[in-house]
C-alpha cells in the first residue's frame, strides 16, 4: 500500500527557509500526481503547490515565487523548498497523491508543523 511520510517541519522566523520532504513507498512518484496541502485552524486545508507526471508545476497564488516543489526520482522522495517564510505561512503541511485517474488525492501523509514567528 501507498504510504507518505513528511519530514523538516518546524519553527523558523519570517524571512526564513525550509525545506520540506515527503518519502514514498508503493508508489512511484515521477508516475504519480503529487501535491502539497497546507490547513491553519479553523481554516479549510488548500492546496499550495502539485508536480505533474511530466513534471508541470502549479502553486497556490500566495506562494508564487516563494516556493518551489520538485522530485528525486532516484530517491522517490517529493520536495518543497519554501523560501521568504511569512507569518500567514503557518499551518500543518501534507503531502498527497493522486488517484491514477487524477481525479482526487488518494493518499494522504501525517503532517509536519510549520510555524512562523515574526
Known amino acids: 500500500q501507498v504510504q507518505l511520510v513528511e519530514s523538516g517541519g518546524g519553527m523558523v522566523q519570517a524571512g526564513g527557509s525550509l525545506r520540506l520532504s515527503c518519502a514514498a513507498s508503493?508508489?512511484?512518484?515521477?508516475?504519480?500526481?503529487m501535491g502539497w496541502h497546507r490547513q491553519a485552524p479553523g481554516k479549510q486545508r488548500e492546496l499550495v503547490a502539485s508536480?505533474?507526471?511530466?513534471?508541470?508545476?502549479t502553486y497556490g497564488g500566495s506562494v508564487k515565487g516563494r516556493f518551489t516543489i520538485s522530485r528525486d526520482s532516484a530517491k522517490n522522495t517529493v520536495y518543497l523548498q519554501m523560501s521568504s517564510l511569512k507569518l500567514e505561512d503557518t499551518g500543518v503541511y501534507y503531502c498527497?497523491?493522486?488517484?491514477?485517474?487524477?481525479?482526487?488525492?488518494?493518499?494522504w501523509g501525517r503532517g509536519t508543523q510549520v510555524t512562523v514567528s515574526s
Open positions: 498527497a497523491a493522486a488517484s491514477a485517474s487524477n481525479s482526487w488525492w488518494k493518499v
Open positions: 508503493g508508489t512511484i512518484v515521477s508516475s504519480t500526481v
Open positions: 508536480i505533474s507526471t511530466t513534471g508541470i508545476t
